[in-house]
Nanobody
C-alpha cells in the first residue's frame, strides 16, 4: 500500500518561505492527482492545493492563492508545496494525499494514502 511521506516543515518567520516535499513510500503516485491539506490546532483539516498527474491543472484554496504553489516531479515520484509570504495563520500540520475521484478535489474524503504530516510554524 502506497503511503505519502511529507518533509520540509519547520519554524519560519512571517513573510518567509518554505518548500514541503511529499514522496511515495511502498509504491508510486503514477496517474493520480495529488493534494495538500493542513490542520491547525483545534481546527478541522482543510484543503490547501492540488495538482493533476500531468501538472497542467492545479487547484488552490482562496486563503493561499497567489502565495502557495503546488508542483510535482513525476520522475522522482515527488510532489511539492512551495509556500511564500507565510503568515502566522498558516501554522499547521501539512499533509499530502492521493486523490480518489475528481468529485473530491476539495474535501479530505476524496483522498487516501495520507502521510503523517509535517509541522509548519510561522512566528510573527
Amino acid at each position: 500500500q502506497v503511503q505519502a511521506v511529507e518533509s520540509g516543515g519547520g519554524p519560519v518567520q512571517a513573510g518567509g518561505s518554505l518548500r514541503l516535499s511529499c514522496a511515495a513510500s511502498g509504491g508510486t503516485f503514477s496517474g493520480y492527482t495529488m493534494g495538500w491539506f493542513r490542520q491547525a490546532p483545534g481546527k478541522e483539516r482543510e484543503f490547501v492545493g492540488a495538482i493533476s498527474w500531468s501538472g497542467i491543472s492545479t487547484w488552490y484554496a482562496d486563503s493561499v492563492k497567489g502565495r502557495f504553489t503546488v508542483s510535482r516531479d513525476n520522475a522522482k515520484n515527488t510532489v511539492y508545496l512551495r509556500m511564500d509570504s507565510l503568515k502566522p495563520e498558516d501554522t499547521a500540520v501539512y499533509y499530502c494525499a492521493r486523490r480518489l475521484s475528481s468529485r473530491g478535489t476539495y474535501v479530505e474524503e476524496g483522498y487516501d494514502c495520507w502521510g503523517q504530516g509535517t509541522q509548519v510554524t510561522v512566528s510573527s
